[in-house]
């Protein structure tokens, strides 16, 4: 029997991210193309003699009682199948927090999808993606990974091929943007609205210019207005030569795309001379099973 094992929690990134209309049970319905990037935080989950969930995480600003998202799943997960053992959670932080990236989410999923295999559940990736969604509704896509138009609140997801290989170059501004926030100042009725189905055909396709130049987010307007130096991030990406630059989730961070590994490289020592949190990786786009 296993009584440890690591997981690797990666962010997703929103390549298309739209917000059709307000729902009476207070939840947004979206349209969003969104897909994995190689940014991941590094989960450990060890079994622990006591019957309780113990979480540790390296980093100061997330917290480690019941409202870090990575508890609420193995609580959930625990209740739920009635499991009596125990569990510590080490949580090593490296996507950052409040940026767009669905870092909680992903580390509720990772949670959910390593108990079911140490706890020897055998619960199929739908019913922990069911599971995740009573955490939130990004937790449903971080469960499978890979590529995906979700709609609904998010969890309804049209699984699509993988992108064609490409860089990802992050930025994330120092502000937290609150999502609430965001959705509260959207004027649904005066918006522009991305070309959804023309970037799943660009992926279709495998035409990385297509997707480049179809990269939009609703929510950019709104928080570009609150925040000016996020609008500036993405004006100095197009500038240092990125092929399509766009603000992830509600923001602040944004990201280019590149395949070309020299522009990568500039992007980042250009970004790096007046930003500290820059990243460059790989797109993944692929799912975890
Ligand atoms: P999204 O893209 O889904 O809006 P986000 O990237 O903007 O997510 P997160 O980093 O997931 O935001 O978290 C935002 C808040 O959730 C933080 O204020 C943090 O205190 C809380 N939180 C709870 N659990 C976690 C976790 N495991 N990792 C990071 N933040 C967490």
Request: overall charge negative.
């Amino acid at each position: 029997m296993h009584t440890h094992k690591i997981i690797k929690a990666p962010a997703k990134i929103n390549l298309t991210l739209d917000v059709i209309r307000k729902r009476d049970d207070g939840y947004h319905d979206v349209e969003m193309v969104m897909t994995t990037v190689d940014l991941a935080d590094r989960i450990e989950l060890t079994t622990l003699e006591e019957n309780r969930i113990k979480v540790d995480v390296n980093h100061g600003f997330v917290p480690s009682d019941n409202k870090n998202l990575a508890y609420q799943a193995a609580k959930l997960l625990k209740d739920k199948m009635d499991v009596k053992k125990g569990v510590r959670i080490f949580i090593d932080k490296q996507i950052p927090i409040s940026a767009g990236l669905a870092g909680g989410s992903t580390d509720a999923a990772a949670v959910l999808r390593g108990l079911n295999e140490l706890w020897d559940l055998n619960l199929s990736i739908d019913e922990l993606a069911e599971l995740g969604l009573e955490i939130g509704s990004d937790v449903p896509f971080c469960v499978h990974g890979g590529t995906a138009l979700a709609t609904g609140r998010g969890e309804t997801l049209q699984f699509l091929p993988t992108p064609p290989p490409c860089w990802v170059i992050l930025v994330k501004p120092p502000m937290g943007v609150s999502t609430k926030e965001i959705y509260q100042r959207l004027n649904l009725d005066q918006m522009e609205h991305p070309d959804t189905q023309g970037m799943i055909a660009s992926i279709n396709n495998g035409d990385f210019s297509g997707i480049c130049s179809r990269l939009e987010n609703v929510m950019e307007k709104v928080t570009f207005e609150l925040y000016k130096d996020v609008e500036r991030v993405k004006n100095s990406m197009i500038q240092f030569g990125a092929d399509g630059v766009v603000m992830s989730g509600s923001g602040p961070t944004v990201f280019a795309l590149t395949q070309n590994e020299t522009r990568a490289d500039r992007l980042y020592n250009s970004l790096k001379g007046f930003m500290d949190q820059v990243f460059v990786v790989r797109l993944l786009g692929t799912k975890h099973d």
